[in-house]
């Protein structure tokens, strides 16, 4: 008989971008041949329904995630918009291939 002994051996993701507002984007990433992802530029949709570029983006860190099952990649960065710095967090579900936009 077997107990589940040592599966939770490790603490659970806490999901805290993933309880925020998120926004859909479009991101260009770079898929490095060890299988890492890197992301080089983003498309959003403003509140006036324009399509913005954001080009330049400072990757902070990364972390692979699982949340109620479904595997991501946050990222932890900030977005230059209009001589303006915006810390955000950027994921990536790898299952749909689909990111979003997490603003805290």
């Known amino acids: 008989m077997a107990f589940g ?3 939770h051996s490790q ?30 530029m983003l498309k959003v949709e403003d509140e006036n329904g324009q399509i913005r570029t954001i080009r330049e983006i400072k990757i902070h860190s990364h972390e692979k995630k699982i949340y109620a099952g479904i595997p ?8 230059f918009v209009e001589d303006r ?11 749909e291939s689909r990111w979003v936009l997490s603003v805290p």
């Not at 806490?14 to 859909?24: D, E, F, H, L, P």
């Not at 710095?85 to 299952?95: C, G, N, P």
């Open 5 to 7: 002994i040592g599966i």
């Open 11 to 40: 603490q659970p993701d806490r999901g805290t971008c993933v309880r925020r507002t998120q926004k859909k984007v479009a991101c260009e990433c770079w898929f490095t041949s060890t299988g890492a992802v890197m992301p080089l």
């Open 72 to 79: 991501s990649i946050e990222y932890d960065c900030t977005l």
């Open 85 to 95: 710095e915006i810390r955000v967090w950027l994921i990536y579900y790898q299952t």
